[in-house]
């Protein structure tokens, strides 16, 4: 990747070309001309995990040969970016970046990439289309939608395909029922003896060997968003996927990856647990199953490092940051906010006043 040249100069005028979601092309932001982006022969392949593991200098990359880094200094998200672009606001937190940007960390090279099918004026809309539900935001949520918050960047993921083996020992419950006496109050008042079927359960050891095969297992590799909230935005058309081209990125930042290649897998791992426990189950059958302990074995391990774009806007309130995601392929909006206590205070206020009204003149009439 290194060889190709990322900067895409306008033929008619020589400003940079920008990618724009709108027909999938590189667009001049000053004259309109409009440039298709090469259709690359390169598919998106799986990588072997084992290979990767001692990491070498063959394996790595950067996004773009002019790529720039920043780091910011309230929450420590390294975001890339290519000039003409620059760093400005922290789309993660809100602060001002005010470090030096310096070149581009090499990196395991991005496999595949799911371009924006929103541009920012889809984004805006969307964004507006959510606060106005929003009733007791503060205004600082608000100010996001007039001021272009919400800013397009691309989130690093790891995908693991993987086969389990897994071998178990626990217990099968089978049922079955006994009859019992009780004594029993009737109407009268009087003791009567009755009888009722009560459950019992006879437990049986149980062991054997299950097999999992997982396929594309995402993995957020930022800790710039809390992995729940990023599970939000999904589903992703990971069957969309392109082979990585830097044109993608003109005009939009980067993520570099915070959680490292071998650190994704051990969070895949933990994904695998409930499909492998459910197989157990299923293995071992019966009424009720008992897991003791298993463990699994795990082969043909591949990944993908890829890019997914999101529209990221931040925003302080009490000093405390807040985020508001769009998932830049469907419109999908997710966000944090807090609740104004002067919004509320004045809300019920007005309402207490309204039924005060109604009361005081509905008492008039009588």
């Known amino acids: 990747m290194a060889e190709k040249i990322h900067r895409y100069p306008c033929p008619s005028c020589s400003a940079d070309l920008l990618y724009d979601a709108r027909d999938a092309c590189l667009t001049c932001p000053f004259c309109g001309r409009k440039e298709p982006i090469p259709q690359s022969a390169d598919e998106v392949n799986e990588r072997a995990f084992e290979q990767y593991l001692q990491i070498s200098d063959k394996h790595l990359a950067v996004l773009y040969t002019n790529a720039l880094e920043v780091k910011c200094n309230s929450c420590s998200a390294t975001v890339t970016f290519a000039p003409p672009q620059v ?39 969307a964004l507006k289309k959510w606060l106005s539900t929003r009733w007791f935001a503060p205004n600082a949520l608000k100010h996001l939608a007039y001021r272009e918050g919400a800013s397009g960047i691309y989130l690093p993921y790891w995908t693991f395909d993987a086969h389990a083996t897994t071998f178990y020992e626990g217990e099968r419950g089978e049922h079955y029922y006994v009859t019992e006496e009780f004594t029993q109050t009737d109407a009268q008042g009087n003791s009567v003896r009755r009888t009722r079927q009560v459950q019992k359960t006879r437990w049986y050891a149980a062991g054997g060997q299950v097999e999992n095969w ?20 999904e589903p992703w058309d990971l069957h969309s996927l392109k082979a990585y081209e830097p044109a993608f990125i003109a005009g939009f930042k980067a993520q570099r990856y915070e ?51 999101v529209f990221l806007g ?25 609740y104004s206590f002067w919004k509320i205070f004045f809300f019920v206020l007005t309402l207490i006043i309204i039924i005060g009204l109604l009361i005081f003149l509905f008492s008039g009439k009588n």
Do not use: W
């Not at 940007?101 to 090279?109: E, F, G, I, N, S």
């Not at 157990?280 to 199953?289: C, F, S």
């Open 87 to 125: 760093a400005g606001e922290c789309p993660f937190c809100g602060s001002q970046i005010v470090a030096q940007p310096k070149a581009a960390d090499p990196l395991v090279a991005p496999e595949g990439i799911l371009p924006f099918s929103l541009n920012q004026q889809n984004a805006d809309e």
């Open 314 to 338: 931040a925003y302080r309130f009490r000093q405390k940051p807040y985020q508001v995601m769009i998932n830049a392929r469907t419109g999908l909006v997710q966000g944090e906010r807090p």
């Open 214 to 233: 997982f396929d594309d297992l995402l993995v957020a590799a930022t800790k710039s968003i809390a992995t729940e909230r990023l599970r939000t935005l």
């Open 259 to 309: 959680i490292e290649l071998q650190a994704g897998f051990e969070i895949a791992k933990q994904q695998m647990v409930p499909s492998i426990e459910n197989a157990i189950r299923q293995d071992i059958g019966g009424d009720e199953q008992r897991i003791h302990h298993y463990r699994s074995h795990y082969s043909g391990i591949t990944f993908k490092h890829i890019l997914l774009p």
